[in-house]
């Protein structure tokens, strides 16, 4: 019966895991990033016009990103049949749980730990939570980046050439999704860590250094040259001067912005990373005897990078998201797999309330938001709050107990699982809704959208797309039915030779919590939407 207990419950945590970061990804009205739809609108268009080399944004070359990022995701759409926003995300899903593994099986042969435990530890975090659900690049960027730097320090200190095989190879496929940011994130880390080697060791890994770089940039360059044989300076201009070099003359930022990505995103572990100084200096006798270079070498590249993404102009949270991998390392050693000293014990353990704390608030929260009419009119409202509700409450009870760190990890993942993946989606309000799908079904339709993919998906059918300046135009020319946001409308000079079939509201993109604070608290729910419209011209009647 015991054996059978060992076995039942890390495998109801793994299935319960891989079922939450799998819940309703293909849902179009579901949470998603601002460029996302820029992201799926190209690996659309180059798997359908076969364009595997040439990345295409419509119907154009566009060379912002190389390739790889897309290509990842062409496997599922020949599967299936087609694109489709279900097997885009599901290829980030797969393969972002995939580089989680190598974490915990790099934490289990480095850290000694098992593989479950840093698995679970490592999924529950609120970073892979948020970008293994949506087709961006954050988690391939940062994965990839990070365990081709691991995968080397293992081939530094062992010499086994199959890890410096996946370190090459992993380093090189990074550069195939950002381009060449990845490898200088690459070598900044290791620079830190050797001269730290060259002041304590009096010794440089300059040969099996620069035999990974070399290897790593020969199998991220190859796309690099392949299109500029092809294309030339349309190419060259494009992406390393248009695109990189204009991260530096782009709006600025404040750099605040990044330090708040990383204890957002690194949620809730980064609430316990003062124990990763604590545990160092409380285990410094013990550290230097055993294996202080590998904490040296994630604190270095930790470091680098993170900082490396101060730099550009265009600070944004998400540019935290490369050094989360290494962040989370340190904490996993430095303070669930450390010995806390005695008298450090409270300080976790308040740490732990903290969490417990907030976690009674979100509950009293949602148990309010019960008692308001819409929730019961609406199955999928009531669904997610009971879910949220008890997920959070399971929380509290492990994060207060002692010594029972796997169960606390589980509980985190249950708490970003319920809320991320189905509490929050069954609020969203949809960019098409049903109705506006009935009307015009396989009518000629043009729309003026932020996001025209997710237009495209919901009609299932290509829409023709175009900016606020053409729309002008096209309306005196063409019999159409029109979709756009209110303010378009309202700028349009020949609005009396139209009629409005249908509005609704959206949420409006890009608001600050603060705004949504203030909403709500003046009780001005409208402030946070804004209308949309489906109009046509007067004398189109469509049969």
Known sequence: MLKMKKFLIPSLMLVTVLFLYIFDIGNLNGLRQGTEGFYLQIAKEMFQEKSFIAPLYMGEHHWSKPPLHFWLSFPFYFLEGQASLFSSRLSVVLTSLLYLFLFADWSKRNFNTSRLYAFVFFTACFCFFKYTRIFMMEMPLACLTALGSLYYYDFLNTSKKRFLFLAFLFT?????????????????GLGLYGIYLLLTK????????????????????????????????????????????????????????????????????????????????????????????????LFCNFVFFFTLWLIPSQRSHHYAVPSIPFFLLLILKGCFLGLVKERRQRLFQFTNYLISGFLVILIFFLGVALTISEVYSNPSHLFGLFIAIASCAFAIYHFTQRNNHLYRFFSAALVFGSLWTVLIPSFTLPLVPGEVIEIVGNKKLASVVHKPYFVSEAFNREILSMNSHELQQYVQENQSYYLTYKYNYDKLSQKDQTDVVYTWSIWKRRRRVSHIIDAIKNGKISELKETMILFKNRDYNPQ
């Open 202 to 297: 009096q010794q440089l890994p300059i040969k099996k250094t620069f035999l990974w770089l070399s290897l790593s940039l020969l199998i991220g360059s190859i796309w690099f040259i392949i299109c500029y044989l092809r294309f030339g300076d349309e190419f060259f201009n494009y992406f390393f001067l248009r695109e990189n070099v204009g991260k530096f003359t782009a709006r600025s930022y404040p750099i605040r912005h990044v330090f708040q990505g990383l204890l957002i995103y690194g949620l809730p572990w980064s609430l316990f990373c003062p124990f990763i100084y604590y545990y160092f200096y409380d285990n410094k006798e013990s550290v230097k005897k055993g294996n202080e270079n590998l904490y040296v070498f």
């Open 172 to 188: 090189g496929l990074s550069i195939l999704i950002k381009g060449p940011v990845s490898l200088v994130m690459a070598a900044g």
